[in-house]
């Protein structure tokens, strides 16, 4: 029954409501749970529509399928807000990390051709360089803002100097020593914009699919047609 499913899809957003603690920026906490109500809610009106196209005694079969398929149409509209904001984080997160993670701006004051020429320079002494030795560089450079050298090696033509999730996980680093709140506001906006992400393709399959949706007179009909066709 629809009721059924209603309430399998109630508990997964009981459960979430249950456990924002885990995102340690405030404000998205509280979006997402002033959101998760909201879903509730919804969900809630629905059950109880579903109860009473279920109760009517003046429908038929094939009229309460209809019915049923028109609530599921009816709320897919109602989830809009849902799969906007699923769209909406992974958009925010991407700004953020791309923000966060961006490569030094070149030296002010340095003419256009100064910078690349100090670059290749930069470059060659790199490659001569065993890899646990570019690494150790690299790791100090970070650490010491050596955006020079940084820029230089991330910015390198062809392939990467160093394995990226090595740079990664040096800038993660770096990040978490000077600019903690904002690494843990992206981290928090990693886990909120998946766990949303699964809710909106959840919701949208389940719905969708009730455009499928047939009674069982509808069934048993096309089978005999299909049988007086042989």
Do not use: C
Not at 33 to 54: F, G, S
Request: aromatic letters at 6%.
């Amino acid at each position: 029954m629809i009721e059924d499913h209603v309430s399998s899809r109630k508990a997964m957003f009981e459960h979430l409501l249950a456990n924002t603690a885990k995102y340690e920026d405030p404000d998205l906490r509280a979006g997402q749970e002033k959101r998760l109500r909201q879903n509730i809610e919804i969900l809630d009106r629905m059950q109880q529509k579903a109860n009473t196209i279920r109760k009517d005694v003046n429908l038929s079969e094939a009229g309460m399928a209809t019915q049923q398929r028109h609530l599921m149409k009816a709320s897919l509209g109602e989830f809009a807000p849902l799969f906007e904001a699923a769209d909406n984080l992974d958009q925010a997160y991407i700004r953020e990390y791309a923000e966060l993670s961006k490569v030094p701006d070149a030296p002010a004051g340095r003419s256009e051709l100064a910078t690349l020429l100090r670059e290749q320079e930069i470059r060659a002494w790199a490659h001569s360089l065993t890899m646990p030795g570019l690494m150790l560089h690299y790791y100090t450079a970070v650490q010491n803002g050596d955006a020079e050298f940084v820029r230089a090696v991330r910015t390198a033509p062809g392939p990467a100097l160093l394995p990226i999730e090595y740079v990664e996980r040096v800038e993660r680093e770096r990040l978490q020593m000077i600019q903690k709140d904002k690494l843990a506001r992206l981290e928090s906006l990693d886990t909120l914009r998946k766990e949303l992400r699964g809710l909106s393709v959840m919701i949208q399959n389940w719905l969708n699919g009730y455009e499928e949706v047939k009674s069982l007179a509808d069934v048993v009909k096309e089978k005999q047609l299909e049988m007086a066709s042989r």
